[in-house]
């Protein structure tokens, strides 16, 4: 199975919103709706930020939110911190393997 | 809150066998599917196994399938992943994470634990 799609970098200034694309295809993104995206910082765990595709986890701030067009899902971050600057990954569920699948990695710089 | 603390990481020469543990705190574990996931070195992150709640249901990654086993013992709230034949391509920090069966997420995460394969 392979990986989906992201862009490898993402930039924005404090304040800005910015949009990372994860695209897959109709065996995974596009044909069901349980893609969850994850903020990773240096060093440290992966959190998870989004599930199936739209809902956040109770603690996670509001200027983050999910969606999906056909076979891409996208990750909105809005009012851009500089805490925001981390690796962001998506996932999806796939009917080509018994295990979800993760995207390649979006760096999100701050600048 | 929940809280899962992995161990048993270490450098481990290629063909060699190591053992990961996941102590689960602050859930009813034995409520949940659990999960591993690796991430090598500046790479990206890549599911390797999960485990239903009663372990009746496992699955395995292509990439480690028939090396490795996981498990876990409901009555410890403790997750396993026996490592045998281990190859340079192993080395990765791995993670446990409480896995959301119905959605197919990891939903809190464990700090991880490295596994350096090397002679």
């Known amino acids: 199975q392979s990986a989906l799609t992201q862009p490898a970098s993402v930039s924005g200034s404090p304040g800005q919103s910015i949009t990372i694309s994860c695209t897959g295809t109709s065996s995974d993104v596009g044909g069901y709706n349980y893609v969850s995206w994850y903020q990773q910082h240096p060093g440290k765990a992966p959190k998870l930020m989004i599930y199936e595709v739209s809902n956040r986890p109770s603690g996670v701030s509001n200027r983050f939110s999910g969606s999906k067009s056909g076979n891409t899902a996208s990750l909105t971050i809005s009012g851009l911190q500089a805490e925001d600057e981390a690796d962001y990954y998506c996932?999806?569920?796939?009917?080509?393997?018994?295990?979800?699948?993760f995207g390649t990695g979006t760096k999100v710089t701050v600048l | 809150q929940v809280q899962l603390v992995e161990s048993g990481g270490g450098l481990v020469k290629p063909g060699g066998s190591l053992r990961l543990s996941c102590a689960a705190s602050?859930?009813?574990?034995?409520?949940?599917?659990m999960s591993w996931i690796r991430q090598a070195p500046g790479k990206g992150l890549e599911w390797v196994s999960y485990?239903?709640?009663?372990?009746?249901?496992?699955n395995y990654a292509d990439s480690v399938k028939g090396r490795f086993t996981i498990s876990r013992d409901n009555a410890k709230n403790s997750l396993y992943l026996q490592m045998n034949s281990l190859r340079a391509e192993d080395t990765a920090v791995y993670y446990c994470?409480?896995?959301?069966?119905?959605?197919?997420?990891?939903?809190?995460w464990g700090q991880g634990t490295l596994v350096t394969v090397s002679s």
């Open positions: 996932s999806s569920y796939t009917s080509s393997s018994t295990l979800p699948v």
């Open positions: 994470a409480r896995f959301v069966g119905e959605g197919e997420y990891g939903d809190y």
């Open positions: 602050g859930f009813t574990f034995s409520d949940y599917y």
């Open positions: 485990i239903s709640s009663s372990s009746s249901y496992t």
